[in-house]
């Protein structure tokens, strides 16, 4: 049988998607009501992280023991990866000793490669292109508070980075409209702007974008790995602030997400982030619940 991946949004069917997301809602209602549930007992998931994580690490770590299994953390700075050993090699390894295995890394093509030579599901917990945990979370979130989200307008303010791009794929997989308000130069990727056609436009003014917008996303101006050019990029974003006032420019029923970590101040002014319009707690702690589904889904098979 062939092994499941989760390196995009688009390795599931809109189907799976809907029901990870139905999955994620009943877990969490689950864990709330003090249910113990642990099919994945003496399972274990290999996490490899070669940026800085809270969230995906906390959220992975966690799930893996409400289901009764286990996860391990590997830092490049203390496995072989970190000393020159092949990519190839390590998923060769790691997948005979692992159930799964999560990466977070920069480049995509690490996350294929480490795919290709596994015989076991591999998670994108981030790339420099993509980040598609993140919006099984956002898309939990928005279900959870005002139902489904096909047909309505996103927008997305800020860096074509890579929570742009895996926003275009949702805007693919969820049928919903989403429109790009960024700087010229900081478009998304545009090999999935042309693969998602209509359903994604690029504007340059975040005011004119906010016109009936049903959901208002941001991120960092600068992630990781582009922290020599955090400077340069405060001045061009300045414009790119997300605000309470810009909000007030969306439709009435609009909320508020950002991935986390902020930068208050930045593309997000302080106190937006406590607006009764946002979600970014919830959106959060979703990332727990969401994964716990997704690892289900990936290992029950
Ligand atoms: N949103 C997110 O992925 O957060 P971390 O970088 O803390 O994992
Ligand atoms: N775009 C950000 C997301 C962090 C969760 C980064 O890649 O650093």
Request: charged residues 25%; contains cysteine.
């Amino acid at each position: 049988m062939t092994v499941r991946h989760f390196l995009s949004l688009m390795d599931c069917s809109q189907a799976e998607l809907a029901g990870l997301l139905k999955r994620g809602i009943e877990l969490k209602d689950l864990h709330r009501r003090g249910v113990v549930y642990e099919p994945l007992k003496n399972r274990v998931l290999g996490m490899i992280f070669e940026k800085a994580s809270t969230r995906t690490r906390v959220s992975f770590e966690a799930g893996m023991v409400h289901l009764g299994g286990q996860a391990i953390f590997l830092s490049p700075r203390d496995t072989q990866l970190g000393r020159g050993e092949p990519v190839e090699d390590s998923a060769r390894v790691l997948s005979s000793m692992c159930d799964a295995v999560m990466i977070r890394t920069f480049a995509h093509a690490t996350l294929e490669t480490f795919a290709a030579y596994s015989r076991v599901p591999v998670i994108n917990g981030l790339s420099d292109d993509l980040h598609p945990c993140q919006l099984l979370a956002d898309m939990q979130t928005y279900l959870e508070h005002r139902g489904s989200i096909k047909d309505k307008a996103v927008v997305w303010v800020g860096d074509g980075n890579n929570m742009c791009n895996t926003y275009i794929q949702a805007a693919i997989q969820f049928e919903f409209q989403l429109r790009v308000a960024c700087p010229e130069g900081y478009d998304p990727d545009p090999a999935l702007l042309e693969q998602a056609g209509d359903r994604v436009s690029i504007v340059r003014d975040p005011r004119e974008a906010m016109a009936g917008a049903h959901l208002v996303c941001t991120d960092v101006w600068a992630s990781m790995g582009q922290e020599e050019e955090a400077r340069e990029r405060r001045k061009t974003f300045a414009p790119y602030q997300v605000t309470s006032q810009l909000l007030d420019l969306a439709d009435e029923s609009v909320v508020f997400m950002h991935c986390l970590p902020a930068h208050r101040g930045e593309e997000v002014c302080a106190e937006l982030m406590d607006d009764p319009r946002s979600l970014v707690w919830d959106q959060a702690e979703n990332r727990l619940h969401a994964q716990k589904a997704l690892i289900e889904f990936l290992l029950a098979v």
